[in-house]
């Protein structure tokens, strides 16, 4: 399996992709702190009720202490598995990971308050959002860097 490959199945799940590369330790740590994570934010539980419509109510279950560490564990178990596989070779390669993790917990954070098109979009379809300014602006810094 080419790094691609592993970074799409860490995507899926974190820890897979460590995994399928034969780091194990880390592969079920990753797991580990995900379901960790997972549970003490009610994360399933905002996910069912964002998907549902029900904004407020998922509002309303979210613990912001623990759902905060989820970009972060999220984004690094992307970037090592495909680090790992091979990829990531380039200088400045971990930005377009760094920064999607930055963004989306901002935007965890200012989730509830932000309107657009005065539709509050809650704490999974807001910070969901951010991830792709994040990975834009992540791809250019890194462009940049290397160029100077």
Known sequence: ?????????????????QLLNGKYLKGFLF???????????????????SFNGEINKAIEYTDYQWLMFYPCIYFFSMWDAYK????AKEQYSYLPFVVPAFFVTIGLMYAERVRIFGVCLGTVWFPMLCAIPGVVVGLLLRKIFRNV
Not at 3 to 17: H, N, R, V
């Open 31 to 49: 797991i580990l702190l995900e379901f960790i994570i997972n549970v003490q934010s009610s994360f399933n539980q905002i996910i069912f009720f």
């Open 1 to 17: 399996m080419n790094p691609k490959e592993k970074l799409l199945w860490s995507i899926a799940f974190p820890g897979f992709g």
């Open 84 to 87: 790992d596989a091979g990829g």
